[in-house]
């Protein structure tokens, strides 16, 4: 099995230590680093995945390629410094120092998850107000924009209405800005996946300001910030088939885990 990444050492001032990524300052830039931690209902587990980081990476540098058009992106470079461990090659990107938004930017094109329960006891998915009949794994009339908070690491973010993102992200104007920017990168990256024999349920962007500009941040379109689904396996009104966490959201929610730290240990089959 391949060496598991689950902490980084790096000759650089750390910048910020999230449940998946390590970031450092690299002068006026900075070093994200993807490790190979595993997070799941806003905990981090002890236990880490092999490749994950790299698949994470990868994936999101894909992506940021894709939809450079649609919207400007945090990337500088994948060219890292010679004086830095062999580890970070293929897991790491040079980005820009942008200053992020306090909200979790979620475009949804079907129902599940989290958007699921609150319509099931409220007919609406932060505070839109949604067709009756929708089931599990519904798909939307269209996609729609369900922010919400940004917690910390063990904290459950919160979906918010309209009203309360655009007082978390300074002003209607930018909270527009980030809205319809999230459901064209949406669109497009949807549109595509379905060429390839995948549905893309739903997805969490991330945007930060950069000389004035609304750009996009952190990753993207990854199996941790996202729903992928087997195009040829869906059938509405039951859980899906996932190319994402949700096996392991199964897991831990079958062995009675009440989803608060610590997490639980991962058996072998599990990490497999």
Not at 15 to 43: C, H, I, P, Q, W
Not at 202 to 214: H, I, N, Q, S, W
Not at 241 to 258: A, H, N
């Amino acid at each position: 099995m391949t060496e598991v990444i689950t902490k980084t050492d790096v000759p650089l001032k750390p910048f910020s230590r999230g449940k998946v990524r390590d970031t450092y300052e690299l002068g006026e830039n900075l070093l994200m680093v993807s490790t190979d931690r595993l997070s799941a209902f806003d905990v981090v587990f002890g236990d880490g995945i092999p490749y994950k980081g790299t698949v994470l990476n990868e994936l999101s540098l894909f992506w940021f390629d894709k939809l450079k058009d649609v919207c400007k992106n945090h990337l500088v470079s994948t060219d890292l410094p010679a004086d830095l461990p062999a580890y970070l090659t293929r897991r790491s990107m040079i980005v820009k120092r942008a200053k992020p938004f306090s909200i979790e930017c979620i475009v949804r094109g079907y129902l599940a998850g989290s958007g699921l329960k609150e319509y099931n006891a409220q007919g609406s998915v932060c505070g839109i107000k949604l067709p009756e009949g929708l089931k599990n794994s519904s798909k939307l009339p269209q996609p729609i924009f369900t922010p919400s908070t940004k917690e910390g690491v063990g904290v459950h973010d919160i979906n918010i209405d309209s009203k309360t993102g655009a007082k978390l992200v300074g002003g209607e104007q930018n909270y527009k800005t980030i809205e319809e920017t999230a459901i064209k990168l949406y669109t497009t990256a949807s549109d595509y996946a379905r060429t390839k024999g995948i549905i893309l349920a739903d997805t969490k962007f991330e945007f930060g300001l950069y000389d004035g500009e609304v750009i996009l941040i952190d990753e993207v379109l990854t199996p941790d910030s996202s729903r992928y689904w087997p195009l040829v396996k869906y059938e509405e009104g039951r859980n899906q088939d996932s190319f994402d966490k949700q096996y392991l959201r199964d897991y831990v929610e079958s062995i009675g885990w009440d989803k608060k730290p610590p997490a639980p240990k991962l058996p072998a089959n599990v990490i497999k």
